[in-house]
């Protein structure tokens, strides 16, 4: 079973806390006009909002002490209107304030996702694409409150908070100086459980994160859990995993719930003192009645604006982890690029001189060790070896996933870390054995290669992969959606795919990566047949395994253990003893008996 015990998240430095909230000032300033009405609408609710005190004070003392009905009438008149005008401005500012939200949030994903993309391809080798989805997603949702709802809640109970502080002291220095006393005491289980609720709050997203990214696994390999039976072991596996997110989840919220409770209990115990000093100070004759109403909706006000910090606080501590895990993936370094372009009319010429390169996760091995080979224009490179002598690993160099540790890659004389990528991409065209495919239509699986491809250039592609037949027997035909993954096409269906999608971007260089070893022999010596012309106009390497594949190129490397063995044709390496004479006999001989049944 898979290890389920997570790592403990490092504690973020204190200037990233501090800065954590930088990333939403960019996509706030997009929209400078919307935020300055948001702002303003809060500050009018504020305002008309106090103003209710007034007309409260006028009711009591002017229409109810005095006994004027038109005074009770106009205070009346004053009440509804001030209502009125509230419900408008909290109408306008829940608008304004969503909309921003849903704005800026957006933005903020689309920065991150296109920060990703300009990642190294050793950043996904050793981070799961499903924690990176959380971040993307929940983290991001968890950004919206600050700028949404809980950013318009929390400056409208500031301004109420020190509004109804203002009016208070107007109202009753005394009783406002008894008041004020009392905050300290609020601040106090605000800074203590401030930092529980946002390390609880971290690791609980933290948690997410990896449960994300474990379904994410899962349903990729169904098949293989289903294969094997282990439907109850990860289960238990996922099970383990929410006993240990639920845990913290109930500390979070055990310190969140304390935290409102003790401010609340402070707050209106405290409101509950100064209004029995209030009463003292009207039985006195201090103070009317309508100004103790007055001054005791404003405490009221001041006091559930306080203590509705504490939830903002708690939320406040969410986002702030959320924060920190953003801005965390916008200040990793991207891909360092090159800045010079190929010549315009590229001939397909390649140089590898004394290549080394070990995995990042495995800097000490290497994979790939001495590798010199250089290739003419027009050439056809045939890579064999086992499994993990480091072929993949020289293609994955070629398109520039991974940078050699030493050694050096020439492209049509060019430096290959030196040239830029984008024209590095252009240059190749790889087909690897996995043929990955996208959630789409067989049509847009193609395209994807050459978006602006005409009609004749398509069905070139079409027919080179021998596609024909596949794309007659679809529903829909090249609109047929195939599932994810491409899940509705077989293994061979998929690689003739990625073939013809290789094609349409008409490459200098041609990269196969056992790109037909899913086909059967005959539909395999039919595709390749097809393909020929296509790579008789270009250079091509080819690792394989298929002895009809072999044969047709001018030139075959024998990988061992990450280094050149040999160099030569078939008949040269086959008078030669060593590990392509024993790879012939053994892998290469049983496919002449299949060729000779197709023939």
Not at 73 to 98: E, K, M, N, P
């Amino acid at each position: 079973m898979r290890h389920h015990r997570l790592k403990k998240a490092p504690p973020a430095p204190k200037q990233l806390r501090l800065a954590a909230f930088s990333i939403l000032f960019e996509p706030l300033k997009q929209h400078k006009g919307r935020v300055i009405a948001a702002i303003l609408t809060l500050f009018l609710t504020a305002f008309v909002v106090l103003a209710a005190g007034w007309g409260i004070r006028q009711f009591i003392d002017e229409g109810l002490i005095t006994g004027d009905r038109r005074r009770l009438d106009w205070a009346l008149l004053i009440l509804t209107g001030t209502t009125l005008f509230i419900a408008f401005c909290s109408y306008l500012r829940s608008y304004l304030v969503s909309w921003l939200g849903e704005a800026v949030i957006g933005s903020l994903r689309r920065k991150v996702f296109e920060h990703l993309l300009h990642m190294d391809v050793s950043f996904f080798d050793e981070n799961r694409p499903g924690e990176l989805t959380a971040r993307l997603t929940t983290d991001t949702n968890l950004m919206q409150l600050i700028v949404g709802a809980s950013f318009s809640v929390a400056m409208r109970n500031f301004l109420l908070m020190i509004g109804g502080i203002v009016m208070m002291f107007l109202t009753s220095p005394k009783l406002t100086l008894y008041t004020l006393v009392l905050i300290p005491f609020i601040l106090i289980p605000l800074l203590t459980f401030g930092n529980k609720i946002r390390h609880y709050s971290k690791e609980n997203q933290r948690c997410l994160a990896h449960i994300s990214g474990f379904f994410e696994e899962t349903f990729s390999h169904i098949k293989t859990v289903q294969g094997y039976g282990h439907e109850a072991r990860e289960a238990q596996y996922l099970r383990e995993l929410s006993k240990e997110s639920f845990q913290i989840t109930v500390k979070r919220i055990l310190a969140r719930s304390t935290l409102v409770c003790l401010v609340m209990l402070l707050a209106f115990c405290g409101v509950n003192f100064v209004l029995w000093c209030g009463g003292q100070d009207v039985i006195d004759g201090v103070l009317s009645p309508g100004a103790l109403s007055a001054f005791l909706f404003y405490a009221v006000l001041a006091a559930s604006s306080a203590g509705s910090f504490s939830e903002l606080y708690g939320d406040l501590q969410r986002t702030v982890g959320a924060a920190e895990r953003l801005l965390s993936l916008l200040s990793l370094p991207k891909r360092v690029d090159g800045t010079r372009a190929l010549p315009s009319n590229p001939r397909g010429i390649i140089a590898i001189h004394n290549v080394t390169f070990a995995y990042p996760t495995h800097p000490q091995k290497p994979v790939v060790e001495n590798f010199t080979l250089s290739v003419a224009p027009g050439e056809k490179i045939a890579i064999v070896g086992l499994s993990g002598s480091g072929k993949s690993t020289i293609f994955s160099m070629l398109m520039k996933f991974y940078a050699p540790q030493s050694g050096s890659i020439f492209i049509e004389g060019l430096n290959l870390k030196e040239l830029k990528s984008d024209e590095v991409r252009r240059y190749f065209a790889m087909v690897g054995h996995d043929a990955p495919l996208f959630s789409a239509t067989l049509y847009e699986n193609i395209l994807y290669a050459q978006p602006d491809a005409t009609p004749a250039e398509i069905n070139y592609a079409i027919h080179c992969a021998r596609l024909d037949d596949v794309i007659a027997k679809l529903p829909h035909g090249l609109k047929t959606y195939i599932g994810t993954k491409g899940t509705r096409l077989s293994a061979g269906q998929k690689q003739r795919v990625a073939l013809a999608r290789a094609i349409l971007h008409n490459p200098t260089v041609l990269l196969l990566d056992e790109a037909t070893n899913a086909l059967d022999a005959e539909n395999e010596a039919l595709v390749q047949k097809s393909i020929y012309d296509f790579m008789s106009t270009r250079t091509t390497l080819v690792i394989a395994h298929s002895l009809t594949t072999v044969l047709q190129c001018d030139r075959i490397v024998v990988m061992h253990d990450g280094k050149i063995e040999a160099v030569g044709t078939h008949a040269e390496l086959m008078e030669q003893e060593g590990s392509y004479r024993r790879f012939a006999k053994h892998q290469l001989q049983p496919q002449v008996s299949k060729i000779k049944r197709v023939s």
